[in-house]
């Protein structure tokens, strides 16, 4: 009784732990509950353990009779391997007996009728010698089949591979892709070699004999390179077709040499071919058998249409070098032998220049057009800015050159001054950028108006018989030219240089512009343009950074005399008025040290006289009002408190010396400036003669004690 309550807790235990709905926590805290004490914990172990060894033997006994219904399935398996090969050898030998019995009764009919035996061993040798409707017809039915059959094998190829009559199938394998690059393997591949193109496709990863479509290239556009052995790269040959390629490597040396001879014996029969074909074509055709008639001018309208087609000429394009001529311009273009490509298509236009345009010439030119549109591209390529920009102007030479035999100048020149424009630009973002301003500017000049210069002289070069692509060129000069200045601009002016800085940069700027005068080009009038905007900004900006300075020194003067104290410095400041152009400097001079003159007059001379040199530096016409009323503004700053100072001042003395310092800023100052100034432009100031004059003239007003500043 006892062992059957056993049993039936283990059972409604082993059912409990099966269910789906089990949560192992509430279990243990019902158990924790209903439990009296330790030992029904213990009891209660004890049956899940001994339900735990049970399931385990369970899972050893399922688990060793699934191990041996697994080796009989491997048996039979490996009985079935075996039935497949017998079966696989016994259609072989049934194979090997059909064609037997097809040769024997071939050889019968050769015995009955000698002449189909003739007929069928020409063809053997000559595979263009026509048969028999009938044996045409089998043969034609029998590619036809493998072509169907080739369709079956490979997906996504049929749409791209019609079936056309004249279409079989030549030879097939599987060979193995590599990188034309890094040499690595790519992929496994199966090509299908046909009479006039070549199929390339993947095997399918799940279905054995099974193929998906990957490409397909027509044997006029193909050429084959044997591809040296290099162990372990070997047995491989590179298949060149614009504008890629690819490497292939075959099972063994021998499978390679096949391929490498069916694939030239199949394009050299699609020359034939094609060859055969236009010869047949060009061939002239029978006039039709006139017919009677009673009408006596018939017979003179016939002779005058008979008179042209009889001096109608017959274009000859059975030439070897122009059957040949699409793939050696495939080759050239492989190979990158433009110069070899555009001789080819100039000795095919002088050949066909006066012939009559016929309907094979029609075909010939078609296919010509399409490998100079690829040339076209590739050399497109070359002169486009993604290449490399090393090697200067003279490096797109030899593609511009091309493009311009092509007849392509326009296109040349515009993609020659893009080439250019991305050069220079790349070499003014890989100048340095300095500390010392200056020291940028000089090289930034360097590498942009010799780069400019190199461009001018190499266009020149390249596009001598062109006259049209100049106006070209003038527009992209005017480009670069306002890329240079947005550079400049940028280092000179909006880093808030001092005006004799940029002074500096803009004189180095001229100077180098004037370099392409060489070459009969000045754009300096286009810098001039470009710069006004910038050159009048810096010139308002310090003329208020002066007439704020005069200002302040004008808030504190006290009108004293000017104490050097030392010999040297009153050398200095001599030599200092000297370079300014005051030459009578010495009859201000005083006693020991003395200047009788105010620091603020002194200060102001020397301020005005170095603006108006770095002015003149930066001096174009466009600038002459600018200038003009900038040195109006910061003279009449300093005339205005001299006269406001004379008429608030009471003191004799200081009054006499208020006298002095106007009459050296009447007398010497502003006649110098004037001078100077009219040494720079090359014409007077009228405004600064009247500033002068009205000066002089002015009348105090005892009275007045108010500054006109």
């Known amino acids: 009784m006892a062992l059957s309550l056993g049993e039936g807790g283990g059972s409604r235990l082993r059912r409990q732990l099966e269910s789906g709905s089990f ?29 735990s060894e049970e399931t385990a ?13 697994f080796i009989e399935t491997a048996r039979e398996i490996s009985y079935l391997e075996s039935e497949m090969y017998q079966l696989s050898h016994i259609l072989t030998e049934q194979k090997g007996i059909m064609e037997a019995v097809t ?32 044996e045409a017809a089998a043969s034609e039915e029998g590619r036809q089949r493998t072509l169907t059959t080739l369709l079956e094998k490979v997906e996504g190829c049929r749409d791209l591979l019609p079936e056309s009559p004249g279409k079989y199938l030549v030879y097939n394998g599987d060979l193995v892709e590599y990188d034309a690059d890094h040499m690595a393997q790519i992929q496994r591949v199966h090509a299908f070699l046909m009479n006039d193109c070549l199929l390339v496709a993947t095997a399918l990863p799940n279905r054995r004999g099974a193929y998906r479509y990957d490409a ?17 790269m070997k047995d491989m040959f590179k298949l060149l077709m614009f504008p890629e390629s690819r490497i292939f490597q075959a099972e063994n040396a021998k499978i390679k040499k096949e391929w490498l001879e069916v694939l030239e014996e199949t394009k050299r029969n699609r020359v034939l071919s094609e060859k055969r074909r236009l010869e047949q074509e060009a061939l002239p055709r029978p006039a039709p058998a006139p017919s009677e008639s009673t009408n006596p001018f018939e017979e003179d309208e016939d002779e005058e249409e008979e008179e042209p087609s009889a001096e109608e000429e017959v274009v000859d394009l059975s030439l070897e070098w122009i059957q040949e001529l699409p793939e050696d311009l495939d080759v050239c273009i492989a190979q990158r032998d433009f110069e070899g490509a555009v001789d080819l298509l100039d000795k095919l236009s002088e050949y066909l220049g006066d012939k009559p345009v016929s309907q094979p010439v029609k075909e010939l030119r078609a296919k010509v057009d399409e490998r100079v549109r690829q040339l076209t591209d590739v050399l497109v390529f070359e002169l486009s800015p993604d290449r490399s920009l090393r090697g200067g102007p003279r490096a797109t030479r030899r593609a511009v050159s091309q493009l311009i035999r092509l007849g392509q100048s326009t296109k040349a020149c515009e993609l020659f001054l893009k080439n250019r424009a991305a050069a220079v630009q790349t070499a003014i973002r890989q100048l ?52 240079f200045v947005d550079a400049f601009s940028k280092q000179v002016f909006d880093s808030k240089e001092s005006l004799s800085t940029a002074a500096e940069c803009v004189k180095v700027a001229k100077e180098h512009c004037k370099q392409l005068s060489e070459i009969g080009l000045d754009l300096t009038f286009i810098i001039h343009a470009l710069l006004v905007k910038d050159i009048k900004g810096a010139l308002q900006s310090y003329k208020d950074i002066i007439i704020e300075a005069t200002k302040h020194r004008n808030s504190e003067e006290m009108w004293r005399r000017m104490n050097l104290m030392t010999p040297e410095a009153l050398g200095k400041l001599r030599e200092e008025m000297r370079s300014c152009g005051v030459g009578n400097f010495d009859q201000y001079t005083g006693d020991d040290c003395w200047v009788n003159l105010s620091y603020t007059v002194v200060a102001f001379t020397k301020q005005t006289m170095a603006f108006l040199e770095e002015a003149l530096k930066l001096y174009f016409p ?65 405004q600064l003669q009247d500033l002068r004059n009205a000066s002089r003239l002015m009348r105090i007003n005892p009275e007045s004690t108010t500054s006109v500043v």
């Open 57 to 69: 033997q369970s899972l050893k006994r399922n688990v060793y009779q699934n191990y041996r219904q």
């Open 622 to 686: 466009e600038l002459h009002m600018v200038l003009l009323e900038s040195l109006v503004e910061i003279i009449l700053v300093a005339v205005q408190h001299v006269d406001y100072s004379l008429r608030c001042e009471q003191d004799p003395e200081k009054k006499a010396f208020i006298r002095q310092n106007a009459s050296f800023l009447y007398e010497t100052v502003l006649p110098v400036v004037e001078k100077r100034f009219e040494e720079g432009v090359g014409k007077p100031a009228k």
């Open 216 to 232: 397909l290239y027509p044997l006029d556009g193909l050429a084959v390179v044997n591809v040296k052995d290099n162990p372990p």
């Open 23 to 51: 949560a192992a926590g509430e279990y243990v805290k019902q158990l924790s509950q209903q439990s009296d004490g330790d030992r029904d914990l213990q009891e209660h172990r004890q049956r899940i353990q001994a339900l």
């Open 103 to 134: 040769q024997a009764l071939l050889l019968q009919a050769d015995r009955d009728d000698p002449a189909l035996g003739a007929r069928r061993a020409a063809a053997a040798a000559d595979p263009f010698l026509p048969l028999s409707a009938k």
């Open 432 to 483: 340095r950028i300095e500390g010392a301003t200056l020291l940028y500017i000089h090289k930034l000049c360097h590498v942009f108006f010799t780069s400019l210069l190199e461009t001018a002289r190499e266009f020149e070069t390249d596009f001598a018989g062109n006259n049209g692509c100049y106006s070209a060129f003038v527009v992209w000069a005017r480009s670069s030219m306002r890329m």
